[in-house]
């Protein structure tokens, strides 16, 4: 199985920090990645497929980049609404897996 | 409006079974692979089983292999997932998801959400 390690795990941050968060994959997966933001309470939200394209009315702040077995979310400039969990997730090869989450919190 | 309503949670005590129902609306349910995806209270994402969209292709997590059974019944826009032999750690929150491309069995991402049901697995 293809094992995704995210990093951190845990983020202090403040509105209009620039945050990255960085998702490694046990092997290569191309660019069969996606990353999902989630709030309490709430299923998650896709923010990005095929590792860098921003899905349909998530704002610009938000970015993916990497292929391979390397990749970032950005945040350029963190908001208060942004205030989540964010997971990534593989789709390059059954059984399908995600990272383990980051947890990013208001300073 | 893509709309993912589940049902069919509850308590059950191990070794029971259980059947989730994920009732979509929307879009052309028949087109689109669909998947499970469960969470522990407070913890992270596990995706648990993945169906195609003509229901031929299943693929299951091996936590779930020959316990849970993925189905869809297309005449009803229908996803199910038959747990048995249910242990304490499938306690969690199931989530159906939709895949974004048409005609594909591997999705390229999640693009749609339920709410999710609760399935607790205690004595």
């Known amino acids: 199985d293809i094992q995704l390690t995210q990093s951190p795990s845990f983020l202090s941050a403040s509105v209009g920090d620039r945050v990255t968060i960085t998702c490694r994959a046990s092997q290569g997966i191309s660019s069969f990645l996606a990353w999902y933001q989630q709030k309490p309470g709430k299923a998650p939200k896709l923010l990005i497929y095929?590792?860098?394209t921003l899905q349909s009315g998530v704002p610009s702040r938000f970015s993916g980049s990497g292929s391979g077995t390397d990749f970032t979310l950005t945040i350029s400039s963190l908001q208060p609404e942004d205030f989540a969990t964010y997971y990534c997730q593989q789709l390059n090869t059954y059984p399908l897996t995600f990272g383990g989450g980051t947890k990013v919190e208001i300073k | 409006e893509v709309q993912l309503l589940e049902s069919g949670g509850g308590l059950v005590q191990p070794g029971g079974s259980l059947r989730l129902s994920c009732v979509a609306s929307?879009?052309?349910?028949?087109?689109?692979?669909m998947n499970w995806v469960r969470q522990v209270p407070g913890k992270g994402l596990e995706w648990v089983s993945g169906i195609g969209p003509r229901g031929v292709s299943k693929y299951y997590a091996d936590s779930v292999k020959g316990r849970f059974t993925i189905s869809r019944d297309n005449s009803k826009s229908a996803l199910y997932l038959q747990m048995n032999s249910l242990r304490a750690e499938d306690t969690a929150i199931y989530y159906c998801a939709k895949s974004p491309n048409w005609g594909a069995v591997r999705p390229t991402c999640f693009e749609n959400w339920g709410q999710g049901t609760l399935v607790t697995v205690s004595s």
């Open positions: 095929a590792a860098s």
């Open positions: 929307g879009f052309i349910f028949n087109s689109y692979a």
